[in-house]
Structure formats: structure tokens, C-alpha cells
């Protein structure tokens, strides 16, 4: 449930006047931040307390996350020349607060931690976009009119993603997650041609550590089978698509995460309720299932609904149901 934090008064709290990126460099702040759902939730697994943009501006490309709005970027990303201010990442010195989290989070937790990154397409979307984009004009254009330079792009990006995701994996989270969020705006076209190379040699490299690998967009109800296609063990579904839909799509070799809609979430707890006996459902039909919402928490969602369906969730037996 990435960003379950953002409903929570003592998230409110803590965060008060620092911005997100300060907070993410502060490991005490970061950790006490990514237990606060655990602690008051009791979900089955934490989520770091990071963001995808952290190690691109770790390397010095100039980004800011506004809150209400998302990652903006001073200098857009446009031509050849700007692929070097991508430099390669070394954990240990420009992100070593994400590895003293991690580390802290270990001693702290007793359900298994998500470690992850933002796939090369989506990091590229706000690099190139300059902040978060309706319809990646700026990025679609790259892909098509100057080939090299974009795939010169995606290539750095993959072993930014890839540093980042095995220093996690090294400091010790139990599972890394690689979010595509916006590959969903992509035709199955150019996604098979200018991303799925890009995410498969992420997920391929770090499938050499064994760490389970979850992947993850938003309305890919399209792509799921070509995002389930790059190495990935389980394919996470946004609330578009039915998990039965997922299943037919995707193949009984894949685990499915999802699903459920995050605004009937905010609607209450019976419509939450029902909607999500249908995903536990369809899920246990599918076979390896991680039940989670659709996409992120959204900021106005009332915490006590999400406690009592957590306990649902817990307390449903596909015996007592089928
Ligand atoms: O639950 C958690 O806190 C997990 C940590 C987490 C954050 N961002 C912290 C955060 C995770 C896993 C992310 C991933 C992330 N960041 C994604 C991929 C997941 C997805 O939602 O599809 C993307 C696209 C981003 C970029 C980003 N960062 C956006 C679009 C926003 C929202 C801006 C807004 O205010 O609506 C952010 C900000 C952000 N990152 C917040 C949190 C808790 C909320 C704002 C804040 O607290 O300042």
C-alpha cells in the first residue's frame, strides 16, 4: 500500500515543514515514517519510506517533489548532450541514508520490507517532461524522432534502477518493487519496442540476488501481458482490470497483486468491503495472490476504514466462501 502514510495524522505530523526528499535523507525520520502504517494498519509487509526519484537526485539532476503536484525538474531533459548528467550511482556515497534506513527498518520490523525504483520509461516521463504529464508529449516525441538518444536515455536509467535496487537488496529488504506508473499511456507498440528491453534488463539483474520482483503501472491493463514478459515474478493490476481479466491475460505463471479501487476506499467501508470480497475471490482462483489497493492511498482516506478492512481481509477464508 505505497503511500499509506499520506492519510495518517502522525504522518502529517512528522512530515510538517520538511519536504519529502528531506525527510527521505533523515533515517530515523524515514523509518519511524515507513512503520507508522504497519504499526496501525498491521499490513502483512512495509514499504520503504523513499521515493523514485530519490537517486536520480542523488546523481545531481535538479529535482524537487511539490507536494499536491509531484517530481518537477528545473532542466527538462531534451537533447543528446543532457544523457550526461546522468552519472552512475554509487549507493554507498550519494544514498547512504536509504541503506542506514533499510537497516534500521531490519532491527525494527517483523514483516518483511519492500525495497524499490521507478522503471526507466516513468523516470525518463518526468526527466524529459520536466514534471508529471497528461499526455508525455515531450517524452513520445524523443522516442520517435531521435531513437539513440532515447534508448541512451532508458539504458542509464535501467543501471540507475539497478544500482539502487541491489544496494537495497544488500542492506536487506525481503522484496523489491520496480513501479512503471505511467507505461499505461503507452500503445503495446512502443511499449514492446522502447521500454520492455529497458524494465526486463532491470528485473533480469536483479534476479540474479533472488529477491522477489514485483512490477507495477497504472491503467497497463492492455500491456499486462508484456509486463509480465520482463522477469518479473508478480504483476501488479490496477483496479481496470479484473483479477479473472489479469489471469486470462497474464497466465497462471505470474502472482498477481491488486486490486482494489483506492476511491472506494474513501467511499467507506461497505462498498470497500465488497469490492474487495470479489478481489480475494478471484484472487484465490488465480492462484499466488497479493492482495493491495488498485494504486496508491489516496491523501483524503479515513484510517479507520483501512484498519477494519485489513482485519477483513485477514479473517476471509476461501473455504467458508466458494
Ligand atoms: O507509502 C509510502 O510512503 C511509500 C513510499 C513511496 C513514496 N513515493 C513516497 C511519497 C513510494 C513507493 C513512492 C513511489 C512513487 N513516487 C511513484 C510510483 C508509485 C505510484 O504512485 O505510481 C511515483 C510515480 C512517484 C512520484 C511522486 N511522488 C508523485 C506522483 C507524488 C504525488 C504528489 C502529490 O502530492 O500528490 C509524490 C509525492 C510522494 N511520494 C508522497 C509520498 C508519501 C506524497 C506527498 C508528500 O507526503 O509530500
Redesign the pocket.
Known amino acids: 500500500?505505497?503511500?499509506?502514510?499520506?492519510s495518517l495524522p502522525e504522518y502529517r505530523a512528522m512530515?510538517r515543514s520538511e519536504s519529502?526528499l528531506e525527510a527521505v535523507r533523515n533515517p530515523e525520520l524515514a523509518c519511524e515514517?515507513t512503520l507508522q502504517p504497519v504499526r496501525r494498519y498491521g499490513v502483512d509487509a512495509a514499504?520503504?519510506?523513499?521515493?523514485?526519484?530519490v537517486p536520480a537526485a542523488a546523481i545531481g539532476v535538479g529535482i524537487e517533489?511539490v507536494?499536491?503536484?509531484?517530481?518537477v525538474i528545473g532542466e527538462p531533459f531534451r537533447r543528446a548532450k543532457d544523457i550526461n548528467r546522468l552519472r552512475p550511482l554509487e549507493p554507498e556515497v550519494d544514498t547512504p541514508y536509504v541503506i542506514e534506513t533499510i537497516k534500521m527498518l531490519k532491527g525494527a520490523l517483523d514483516v518483511p520490507l519492500i525495497g524499490?525504483a521507478?522503471a526507466p520509461f516513468?523516470v525518463a516521463s518526468y526527466l524529459i517532461e520536466g514534471g508529471?504529464s497528461r499526455n508525455f508529449t515531450h517524452t513520445k516525441a524523443l522516442m520517435h524522432t531521435d531513437e539513440s538518444t532515447w534508448f541512451a536515455l532508458v539504458d542509464r536509467l535501467a543501471d540507475l534502477a539497478i544500482a539502487s535496487l541491489v544496494s537495497q537488496i544488500e542492506a536487506g529488504v525481503d522484496a523489491i518493487q520496480l513501479?512503471d506508473?505511467w507505461a499505461g499511456s503507452l500503445s503495446r507498440r512502443d511499449y514492446a519496442y522502447f521500454v520492455q528491453p529497458a524494465t526486463t534488463k532491470v528485473l533480469e539483474a536483479v534476479g540474479g540476488t533472488g529477491c522477489a520482483r514485483i512490477h507495477f503501472g497504472?491503467g497497463t491493463g492492455e500491456l499486462l501481458d508484456l509486463m509480465a514478459d520482463t522477469g518479473t515474478d508478480v504483476i501488479g493490476v490496477d483496479w481496470r482490470t479484473s483479477l479473472a481479466e489479469a489471469s486470462t491475460r497474464v497466465g497462471t505463471h505470474r502472482a498477481l497483486q491488486g486490486n482494489l479501487d483506492p476511491a472506494l476506499v474513501v467511499a467507506g467501508y461497505e462498498p470497500a468491503r465488497q469490492e474487495s470480497e470479489r478481489i480475494l475471490r478471484e484472487g484465490a482462483k488465480h492462484g499466488g495472490h497479493i492482495f493491495n489497493l488498485g494504486?496508491?492511498v489516496l491523501p483524503e482516506t479515513d484510517p479507520d476504514v483501512l484498519t477494519r478492512l485489513v482485519e477483513y481481509i485477514h479473517s476471509w477464508d476461501p473455504r467458508a466462501t466458494q
Open positions: 500500500m505505497r503511500q499509506a502514510g499520506r512530515r519529502i515514517i514499504i520503504l519510506f523513499s521515493d523514485i526519484v517533489i507536494a499536491g503536484r509531484g517530481p524499490f521507478g516513468t508529471p513501479f506508473s497504472v494504486h496508491g
